[in-house]
Protein backbone atom coordinates (compact mmCIF):
# COMPACT_ATOMS: atom_id res chain seq x y z
CA UNK A 1 0.00 0.00 0.00
CA UNK A 2 1.51 3.17 -1.09
CA UNK A 3 0.17 6.75 -0.42
CA UNK A 4 -0.28 9.31 -2.83
CA UNK A 5 -1.05 13.02 -3.19
CA UNK A 6 0.62 13.46 -0.14
CA UNK A 7 4.09 16.04 0.64
CA UNK A 8 6.48 15.01 2.83
CA UNK A 9 9.00 17.52 4.30
CA UNK A 10 12.49 16.34 6.06
CA UNK A 11 14.09 18.92 8.06
CA UNK A 12 17.47 19.16 10.35
CA UNK A 13 17.16 20.42 13.70
CA UNK A 14 18.67 23.32 13.15
CA UNK A 15 16.46 23.80 10.15
CA UNK A 16 13.33 24.42 12.77
CA UNK A 17 12.34 26.69 15.22
CA UNK A 18 9.80 25.70 17.95
CA UNK A 19 8.83 23.12 15.10
CA UNK A 20 8.41 25.33 12.59
CA UNK A 21 10.19 25.36 9.57
CA UNK A 22 12.28 28.25 8.74
CA UNK A 23 11.70 30.47 5.82
CA UNK A 24 14.48 31.38 3.59
CA UNK A 25 15.56 33.46 1.11
CA UNK A 26 18.21 33.67 -1.89
CA UNK A 27 19.81 36.71 -2.90
CA UNK A 28 22.62 38.02 -4.89
CA UNK A 29 25.84 38.66 -2.72
CA UNK A 30 25.93 42.35 -4.22
CA UNK A 31 22.57 43.09 -1.76
CA UNK A 32 25.13 42.59 1.83
CA UNK A 33 26.53 45.52 4.01
CA UNK A 34 29.28 44.50 5.77
CA UNK A 35 29.13 46.63 9.23
CA UNK A 36 31.20 46.66 12.11
CA UNK A 37 28.27 45.37 14.14
CA UNK A 38 27.23 42.61 11.75
CA UNK A 39 26.07 42.15 7.81
CA UNK A 40 23.34 44.16 6.82
CA UNK A 41 20.70 44.59 3.84
CA UNK A 42 19.43 48.16 2.83
CA UNK A 43 15.32 48.11 2.78
CA UNK A 44 13.19 50.92 1.67
CA UNK A 45 10.95 51.52 4.20
CA UNK A 46 6.96 52.81 3.48
CA UNK A 47 8.11 56.29 4.15
CA UNK A 48 10.88 56.21 1.23
CA UNK A 49 13.13 56.01 3.85
CA UNK A 50 16.31 53.43 4.03
CA UNK A 51 15.99 50.87 6.91
CA UNK A 52 19.18 48.81 7.33
CA UNK A 53 18.04 45.14 8.60
CA UNK A 54 20.86 42.81 10.51
CA UNK A 55 20.67 39.60 8.60
CA UNK A 56 21.76 35.71 9.10
CA UNK A 57 23.12 34.19 6.55
CA UNK A 58 22.96 30.67 5.90
CA UNK A 59 24.35 29.26 3.11
CA UNK A 60 26.51 30.87 0.31
CA UNK A 61 26.05 29.56 -3.11
CA UNK A 62 28.61 31.70 -4.83
CA UNK A 63 27.05 34.80 -6.27
CA UNK A 64 23.92 33.90 -4.03
CA UNK A 65 23.48 33.84 -0.50
CA UNK A 66 21.18 32.33 1.70
CA UNK A 67 18.97 35.02 3.97
CA UNK A 68 17.71 32.83 6.94
CA UNK A 69 16.34 35.77 9.35
CA UNK A 70 16.23 39.21 9.16
CA UNK A 71 14.09 39.87 5.68
CA UNK A 72 10.48 39.86 5.15
CA UNK A 73 9.10 38.56 1.64
CA UNK A 74 7.76 41.82 1.04
CA UNK A 75 10.65 43.83 1.97
CA UNK A 76 11.99 46.30 -0.93
CA UNK A 77 15.84 45.47 -1.08
CA UNK A 78 18.09 47.80 -2.06
CA UNK A 79 20.60 46.45 -5.11
CA UNK A 80 24.09 47.15 -4.95
CA UNK A 81 23.82 49.97 -2.09
CA UNK A 82 26.87 52.05 -1.38
CA UNK A 83 28.94 51.73 1.75
CA UNK A 84 28.04 55.37 2.73
CA UNK A 85 24.14 54.35 2.93
CA UNK A 86 22.94 55.21 6.54
CA UNK A 87 19.32 54.28 8.38
CA UNK A 88 16.86 57.30 7.56
CA UNK A 89 18.09 58.45 3.91
CA UNK A 90 15.26 59.07 2.03
CA UNK A 91 15.31 57.36 -1.70
CA UNK A 92 13.08 56.96 -4.71
CA UNK A 93 11.94 53.38 -6.01
CA UNK A 94 12.64 53.33 -9.47
CA UNK A 95 10.51 51.08 -11.92
CA UNK A 96 12.47 48.55 -14.01
CA UNK A 97 13.56 49.24 -17.42
CA UNK A 98 10.88 48.61 -20.20
CA UNK A 99 11.11 44.56 -21.41
CA UNK A 100 12.87 43.88 -17.71
CA UNK A 101 10.95 42.27 -14.47
CA UNK A 102 12.39 42.49 -11.44
CA UNK A 103 13.15 39.30 -9.63
CA UNK A 104 11.17 37.93 -6.70
Known amino acids: MFLRNCWY ?11 RLLSRMLLGQHVLLFRGDGMK ?10 ILKPVTIGRDYGSDIEIVQG ?27 PGKVAKS
Request: hydrophobic share 45%; net charge negative; aromatic share 0%.
Open 9 to 19: VAALDRELIDG
Open 41 to 50: VATVGGNGQV
Open 71 to 97: LAADDKVILSPPDSLTDGVNVRVAPPP
